[in-house]
């Protein structure tokens, strides 16, 4: 009751944050055997506050809920927790967020654990071949649930997985058939949530190795694995998958086409696909068909590189421009006529300017205060600087961009401090890079560079608070990530040339 006492008062005091009953509810669990009440005290506790900060608009908290739920069911089951008890919660978690995949995946797991058919038991009629049809078919008819691949996929898995296990035991009339047609329909579902699909294609593995391994239908997983790189022709999962089930099935020759077709294909990690193929020669090749692999591959390596530079080259130029933009500042331009008014730009676009009153409003310097503003504060510091009078009551003035004047940046020194990184592979993610770059210090952000469809370019940003970590994180320039080298230099293009002078660069 002491350590309660402390926790309660601990938790007050942190103004009984989401993170604060994260961090009591791991206090309570490392115990081997923990106490249930408490725990479970903690858990509806928790849930509840991040239920209502959901519906608040706060930010994280849906994660935290989500994050809640699953500890709660965790804790029920691996401490054998009543079935009942077990239902009742699992039902009011998929209430709570019901597009969240795994729960209901969990909910599904749970009926198969608990049916007596499945457990051995005789019986004509389990219950859970009439509850987890309904179950999973409730699921996928939510809409938040069936346009997110992450919460699809867990979902369908649970299904199959089910009807794989009855399968196997003989507790279905026609074994496999059922499978097929739900990762069929699963896999659709997916494609249709995104275009992309599934980038680890879990669902299209399941289907693949349910054909080849268990049920005997290896033409079903050819023509699904070629559909499959027909719709995600850069996916070097899904050619490296293919040629791995001509491998497999002893298609060796089929492979090796496949392979040399593939070898200079646009894929996202083509490193991987041209291991794969060195590997299946050294294993299954002759001396001939292994240097005409190796010959193929080098070509192939050259033309990526080539491709990667001139991609690079292009990005750092369109950052650059993007930098000399945001250098532009602003400038009065009055006497217009009425608000409303519209003006054209250099290159004859048209574009809409603000109207500002002149007796309210003042030009704005670098540091975005006002003239008026500053000038009042340097006259009470008794800086000797004129005053700006006041502008007739009626005049109009706008702000239009400046190209010529360079904008005064609160943080002057940024450039200094950002690096720009060239040859990122598309599979890495933001989370990786700052691994890699903390090791020199001290991050104040990564922007990672995206196109219009929210997928990564190929590049990135990183800005550092001090600018020596900056300079030390240039070491970082061709080192390998995820298959890929990567080319660090600093953003700020004046500054790289002044740092190649003292061996910086």
Known sequence: M????????????????LDA???????????????????????????????????????????????????????????EVDDSA?????????????????????????????????????????????????????????????????ELVPVVLARAGWERRRAEKGKTEEPYTVIVQILMDGIEKVRKASPLGDPRLRLEKFFSALCTEVANMIEYALIMWEDTTKRFKASYLAWTAYTDLFIKQGMYDDARKLFRDVANKNLDWPEALWEAWISFEHVHGSLEQLED?????????????MKRAKDAEKAAY?????????????????????????????AGSTM??????????????????????????????????????????????????????KKERTDSDANDRELYVAGVSKLVTKDELETLFETYGKIKEVRMGLDDKGQPKGFAFVEFEQEKDALAALAANNYELKKRRIAVTLADTNRKSKTRSVGCY
């Open 86 to 150: 077990q239902l009742q919660t699992l039902t009011r978690a998929t209430r709570s967020v019901p597009g969240y995949g795994d729960v209901w995946a969990q909910y599904i797991r749970f009926l198969e654990r608990t049916s007596p058919v499945d457990q051995g038991e005789d019986a004509d009629v389990s219950e859970s071949e009439e509850l987890i049809p309904a179950v999973y078919d409730s699921a996928i008819a939510i809409s938040v649930l069936n346009q997110n691949v992450e």
């Open 293 to 305: 692999c190796l010959d193929r591959v080098e070509r192939a390596r050259k033309h990526v590189n």
């Open 352 to 405: 809409d300017i603000d109207m500002v009153d002149a007796d309210t409003a003042g030009v704005r310097d670098g540091d975005g205060k006002t003239k008026r503003k500053a000038d009042d504060e340097a006259h009470a510091d008794g800086n000797k600087r004129a005053r700006v009078e006041p502008k007739p009551v009626g005049l109009k003035r706008v702000y239009i961009s400046n190209p010529e004047r």
């Open 2 to 17: 002491h350590c309660q006492l402390i926790r309660e008062i601990g938790q007050a005091q942190a103004g009984f944050s």
């Open 21 to 79: 009953y994260a961090y009591y509810i791991s206090l309570e669990r490392r115990p081997k055997k923990p106490d249930m009440f408490v725990l479970t005290a903690l858990y509806e506790r928790a849930i509840t506050e991040a239920d209502k900060r959901r519906w608040g608009g706060e930010e994280n908290a849906e994660s935290a809920l989500r994050t809640f739920w699953d500890g709660y069911l965790d804790l029920l089951r691996t401490n």
């Open 318 to 346: 369109q950052a650059a421009q993007m930098a000399a933009e945001q250098q532009a500042t602003n400038v009065p331009v009055t006497d217009l006529p009425v608000p409303g008014s519209r003006t054209t730009g250099q």
